[in-house]
């Protein structure tokens, strides 16, 4: 959530800086309720002044045994005043906050401008494309021959955009588990295993709702959500609390499921393992202080993108646009993995920063050293990496003539093989 304060004090360069993300966001409206709500407030505060001292003009008239009552109804009038405006201030306030969580955050000024992924910019490449001399088959198809990857009975089990591993499949999915959150281990994050629901607080402060509310599942009749990211409970571990500077910086890894309806993915990437409605990942947060932020995205950047190195699979990293960024970051690395199926390099981990936007929704400060008051921290996420993208790329890359799969050379103390066949 940006800050009022700045929205009232600079809302022309708030502007400028949202119109990189495209939309229509309500910045004059915001302004405008918060000057209302100010004065409402000062209003207020000038009435319960006077109640108070005319309560003390109306004791004092009581003891002299004078007359009292045209004060006490005068007081009667305020009080009712008062009320009113506190409805007022309450209905302003309510909508305030609705505008300011319906407001995106803020581009940083690295963020390169433009409307789509054409204007991203690549920022760092791995790997060579691999050549075949042979006609390689996209991964659903290595998948089925194999027997490691099962749609048909995961449609009839639950229905379109769901898979199931089976086997070695089952097994690479473990293995490719394990070893991220070793890597993870070995560059500090503290693995976590957080619930797989989540409540409506939780997705506020991370800035998926109200936004995005239907792109999650929802579980009748209580009110809870499946998360579409670990980045909800990591970073919620810390909301509304007070964290001492000696803390910073909280580094966090989790492996979950994820689940997301992708109400507005109708008809994208629908085949196979790249846009599913359950998937599991790595996920790394960060929260720290604001300025360890910069180099906590160039480190977590990096935190991802060895886990490719190390699989050996081809990959590029692309700075995004403000245009093709999301609605809670200030700035983005993609990390996109060679898939020769698409012909393309396909994202497999977006890195973000939030600077304090969802420290803000969520509470989260800290209190440097030597000083009584605190201050909003800065959050970071990023995935190392999607499990089934993870997937879809050793089988792609690692294919053989033959129709096997190697397996990268990492993974063969972690799966006990060196080759997937038939």
């Not at 999915?173 to 281990?185: E, I, P, Q, V």
């Not at 890894?253 to 409605?277: K, M, N, P, W, Y």
């Not at 030597?370 to 921290?377: D, F, S």
Request: hydrophobic content about 35%; glycine content about 6%; proline content about 5%.
């Amino acid at each position: 959530m940006l800050d009022v304060r700045r929205i009232r004090e600079t809302p022309q360069e708030v502007k400028d800086l949202l119109a990189m993300k495209g939309g229509q966001y309500a910045i004059d409206r915001i302004v405008e309720v918060d000057k209302d709500r100010r004065r409402i407030l000062v209003d207020m505060e000038n009435l319960k002044a006077l109640r108070n001292r005319v309560s003390q003009e109306i004791a004092d008239l009581r003891r002299q045994r004078q007359e009292a009552e045209p004060k006490i109804l005068e007081m009667r009038q305020v009080g009712e005043e008062i009320s009113r405006l506190e409805q007022i201030l309450a209905e302003q306030s309510s909508e305030l906050m609705e505008l300011l969580w319906a407001t995106p955050n803020t581009p940083l000024a690295k963020v390169p401008p433009g409307q789509d992924a054409e204007f991203n910019q690549e920022v760092y490449q791995f790997g060579q494309v691999p050549a075949f001399d042979f006609d390689p088959l996209p991964h659903w198809e290595i998948g089925e021959r194999l027997g490691i990857l099962d749609f048909e009975r995961a449609h009839k089990i639950t229905g379109s955009r769901f898979s199931v591993l089976k086997s070695s499949g089952a097994k690479l999915s473990r293995a490719l588990t394990n070893f991220m959150l070793d890597h993870a281990g070995s560059r500090g994050y503290e693995e976590v295993l957080p619930p797989s629901l989540a409540n409506r607080d939780s997705l506020i402060g991370t800035g998926q709702f109200p936004k995005f509310e239907e792109d999650v599942f929802r579980v009748e009749p209580h009110e809870l959500f499946l998360i579409p990211t670990a980045e909800v409970p990591l970073t919620n571990l810390h909301r509304q609390e007070i964290l001492d500077e000696a803390q910073l910086p909280k580094k966090y890894v989790a492996a979950t499921s994820c689940f997301r309806s992708e109400a507005g993915a109708a008809g994208r990437d629908t085949r196979g393992l790249i846009r599913q409605h359950q998937f599991e990942k790595v996920e790394l947060v960060q929260v720290v202080r604001p300025q360890d932020s910069e180099q906590a995205l160039e480190t977590m950047r990096r935190d991802a993108e060895t886990v490719l190195e190390d699989l050996e699979l081809p990959f590029r990293t692309v700075l995004l646009c403000g245009g093709d960024m999301g609605f809670s970051q200030a700035m983005t690395y993609d990390i996109e993995v060679w898939l020769p199926s698409y012909g393309r390099y396909v994202e497999i981990s977006s890195v973000s920063s939030m600077t304090d936007y969802q420290a803000r929704r969520s509470e989260i400060r800290y209190r440097p050293q030597g000083t009584r008051k605190t201050e909003l921290v800065h959050t970071l996420n990023g995935s190392a990496l999607a499990l089934g993208r993870t997937i879809a790329a050793i089988l792609e890359n690692y294919q053989t003539k033959e129709g096997s799969v190697r397996i990268p050379e990492l993974l063969h103390p972690y799966l006990g093989m060196q080759v997937i066949s038939s």
